[in-house]
């Protein structure tokens, strides 16, 4: 017997009498659910997208291909264990039979004329890899290269801050409190690309052997990265660990065949072509080739190196999915501990704690021994000394005493598996405001920026030298609390500032050689594209160059233009989708006309943004909770937009003037009831 129920936020409530029925059951709600959501990441991982909606994919799909995406889910598949094996392939069945229902309801399958395809056993790793084969730093290392062509191997420090990618998360965990009774508690809100449908799913999953609340990723069955037992929770951060590595490759060609350039001479690489087909448009072939390193993953078309790509996943055949059940039946933090034994990347920094009293830090995933060179750049294949040694970084798992931050930044537990951290302000910030009794919710909103060396630079400008509106507006900046509140004036005014002057470092005679094309696939822009990196590092640059002509110019600029407004009216939200319905963008419309957000990249609420380029936000909080270990029931959550990933439905955006005023909602914790489902 199966049961599906709903809470008052159409959060699907599943109940079945073992675990293989669950999975089935999951994979059912999540295509009836999410089912353009879903086929578009199974879509994205065969590199078969521009096939259903046109040419604009063709850089993925290139890039999908070239790494092997498919071809590793496969193996990955190949090597679980029976049960995880027959578990995923459950959660596969439930799927396939959801997809037909689910797809009739959803418009962009009419608009682009295309229909669901029956999933493959290992199209739920598939879907994984996608959400992360680009979370690690690999694509950093081919910025950090252009920077050292451009500007000298010294400049790299620079534009040493998280990547664009995959930073400002944030979790917390507070210990238990002996003189109220509270048991301990776990709260944080991973920062991602804003998606929609939204990256996670609430759920809560039952069977006689479990239930468990948690955020699914649709497309993957359990609750990866944060969920409450009832017994004992957990939740993730990026450990900002360094795990892939970038080798430089030459090639030489026989025909059809490709030779590589190895330590002791040239020896064959694989290689085959495939073709690309293209809705509306001629199909295109793409070479795939791999070299004892990794797959070749792009050419740099300056050196005319190929870049090859070596990661755990595709050097072990093996992804983490065997921690996933295990994660389900946890009742105590060495029970996480052990599940995540199993976990291969991404590499991640874990909170836990138990209704016992336990609080743990962990960090899961593999990170090579290899030579340090490694991790800041491409490095030659055909040189022993960048070999992977076979090894790699032993796990931390320790005991935790007090409260715990983890929010990218360099700690003691991740400062060996990195090298880009994000700078330590928001945990501190964090830190600050736990002890001061702050609610969770309210920590996971606040919006004041740090007194960072770019807000700095405006107490060296000398107002004696500027003109009366500029002067005007540098005072009122200086006497502002740098809360980049939705209805600030002076956010606005500080944001349209530093816009002006992001655009006038890509001519500073420091920076101006780093516009020079760089090499590399259009995929990588946004780690590669120097106005982009500039406006992301503004507070390192502010710190390393003399600044202070240009800043005033960018004052001057702003205060002799139009009011810049309220930062809620520039901050507008951008949610990431494909634009192929009507109804979609309608909908996105809407929502900006619902919401003004407040936060930016480097407080708390990192709602990210990107000077110079764009004030709309494109990152931000993708789920926000509060695990209290004390009473399930009274654990809170939201997520940006909602439940369903269907234009129309009650809850396809009924959670958004929520997340925007960083209000929590209940997670369901009553007796699941309903219809029996099939």
């Not at 994979?27 to 590199?47: H, K, M, P, T, Y």
């Not at 430089?248 to 072509?273: C, F, I, K, N, S």
């Not at 606005?492 to 002006?500: E, K, V």
Request: net charge negative; glycine share 10%; hydrophobic share 45%.
């Amino acid at each position: 017997m199966t049961h599906v129920d709903r809470d008052q936020w159409g959060v699907p409530q599943l109940w079945a009498g073992d675990v293989d029925a669950l999975a089935r059951l999951q994979g059912r709600v999540a295509a009836l659910d999410r089912a353009w959501q879903i086929s578009v990441e199974r879509w994205r991982a065969e590199g078969r997208l521009a096939a259903h909606v046109g040419p604009a994919e063709l850089a993925w799909d290139r890039f999908a291909r070239r790494v092997r995406l498919d071809d590793t889910a496969r193996r990955c598949y190949e090597r679980l264990d029976p049960d995880t094996r027959r578990w995923v392939g459950a959660y596969v069945d439930g799927v396939n039979s959801g997809l037909a229902e689910g797809a009739a309801a959803t418009p962009e399958f009419a608009a682009t004329g295309t229909a669901p395809e029956p999933w493959r056993p290992w199209s739920p790793l598939g879907v994984f890899l996608v959400q992360h084969v680009l979370f690690s730093t690999f694509p950093n290392k081919l910025w950090h290269a252009h920077v050292a062509r451009t500007l000298g191997p010294g400049a790299a420090g620079l534009f040493a801050v998280e990547g664009p990618a995959s930073s400002g998360s944030n979790a917390w965990a507070l210990p238990a409190d002996p003189a109220t009774g509270r048991g301990p508690l776990i709260a944080g809100d991973p920062h991602r690309l804003l998606e929609l449908p939204g990256v996670y799913q609430q759920v809560r999953l039952a069977c006689p052997e479990f239930d468990v609340v948690g955020l699914a990723f649709p497309g993957v069955p359990g609750v990866p990265h944060f969920g409450h037992t009832g017994h004992v929770a957990w939740a993730v951060t990026n450990a900002m660990a360094d795990y892939q590595d970038l080798y430089r490759e030459r090639l030489r060609r026989d025909g059809d065949r490709v030779l590589v350039r190895d330590a002791d001479g040239w020896t064959p690489a694989t290689r085959h072509v495939e073709e690309i087909e293209v809705r509306g448009g001629a199909p295109e072939t793409v070479e795939v080739i791999e070299t004892p390193r990794g797959p070749v993953i792009d050419h740099d078309r300056v050196t005319g190196e190929a870049i090859a790509l070596r990661t755990p996943s595709r050097v072990e055949g093996r992804l983490g999915f065997e921690a996933l059940l295990p994660l389900l039946r946890a009742r105590r933090t060495g029970d996480v501990a052990d599940a995540l034994r199993h976990w291969v990347e991404p590499v991640n920094s874990v909170l836990a704690a138990d209704t016992g009293g336990g609080v743990r830090r962990l960090v899961a995933g593999l990170v090579p021994v290899r030579d340090e060179r490694c991790r800041r750049e491409p490095v030659p294949a055909w040189e022993p000394a960048y070999r992977w040694r076979g090894d790699y970084l032993p796990l931390v798992d320790e005991g935790v005493d007090g409260v715990a931050v983890c929010a990218n930044d360099r700690r003691d537990d991740v400062a060996a598996h990195g090298t880009d951290f994000a700078p330590p302000h928001r945990a501190r910030r964090i830190r600050a405001l736990l002890a001061d009794g702050t609610e969770p919710a309210t920590v996971h909103t606040d919006d004041r920026l740090p007194a960072g060396p770019l807000y700095r630079l405006l107490d060296r400008l000398d107002p004696g030298r500027l003109d009366e509106p500029a002067r005007a507006l540098l005072l009122r900046l200086r006497g502002w609390d740098r809360a980049m509140a939705a209805g600030s004036a002076e956010a606005g005014a500080y944001a349209a500032w530093r816009a002006a002057l992001a655009r006038r470092l890509r001519v500073h005679p420091g920076l101006r050689a780093l516009d020079v094309p760089c090499g590399f696939d259009e995929l990588f822009a946004p780690w590669t594209d120097p106005v982009a990196r500039i406006g992301l590092a503004l507070d390192h640059l502010a710190a390393a160059l003399d600044l202070a002509e240009p800043a005033a110019e960018a004052l001057a600029e702003v205060a002799a233009g139009p009011a810049p407004g309220e930062w809620g009216g520039r901050h507008l939200l951008h949610p990431v989708h494909l634009g192929v319905a009507p109804a979609v963008t309608d909908a996105v419309t809407a929502m900006r006309r619902r919401v003004a957000l407040a936060g930016d990249t480097d407080c708390v609420l990192a709602t990210s943004s990107v000077p110079g380029v764009s004030d709309a936000c494109w990152r931000g909080p993708v789920a926000r909770y509060v695990w209290n270990l004390t009473d399930r029931a009274a654990s809170r959550w939201i997520v940006p937009f909602g439940a369903s990933g269907r234009p129309g439905d009650a809850h396809f955006a009924d959670q958004l003037t929520h997340w925007a005023a960083g209000t929590l909602i209940p997670v369901p914790a009553g007796p699941l009831t309903g219809d029996e489902t099939t």
